[in-house]
């Protein structure tokens, strides 16, 4: 039985916090599209976290899933 294998070179993942305006220029959108859909969950790449007491919210999108969703990675290793 011949078995062909197909091997993909992965980026280098470090979870690294990808800024909403960095993806948002990567997948032409604006940001504040990119802040609602998180928001909503509409946007599966990164969550967004109200606090206690706030209004304002925070956000953590990791290398990884940017690039699982987006196809989008940056690598931030290489100076």
């Given at each position: 039985?011949?078995?062909?294998?197909?091997?993909?070179?992965?980026?280098?993942?470090?979870?690294?916090?990808?800024?909403?305006?960095?993806?948002?220029?990567?997948?032409?959108?604006?940001?504040?599209?990119?802040?609602?859909?998180?928001?909503?969950?509409?946007?599966?790449?990164?969550?967004?976290?109200?606090?206690?007491?706030?209004?304002?919210?925070?956000?953590?999108?990791?290398?990884?899933k940017?690039?699982?969703?987006?196809?989008y990675?940056?690598?931030?290793?290489?100076?």
């Amino acid at each position: 039985m011949n078995e062909r294998k197909t091997f993909i070179e992965l980026p280098n993942f470090t979870g690294r916090n990808v800024p909403i305006t960095e993806i948002a220029k990567a997948i032409g959108k604006d940001a504040q599209y990119v802040r609602i859909g998180l928001q909503q969950g509409v946007l599966k790449f990164g969550y967004a976290m109200k606090l206690e007491n706030s209004s304002e919210y925070n956000y953590y999108c990791p290398d990884k899933k940017v690039w699982e969703e987006t196809g989008y990675f940056k690598d931030t290793s290489i100076k």
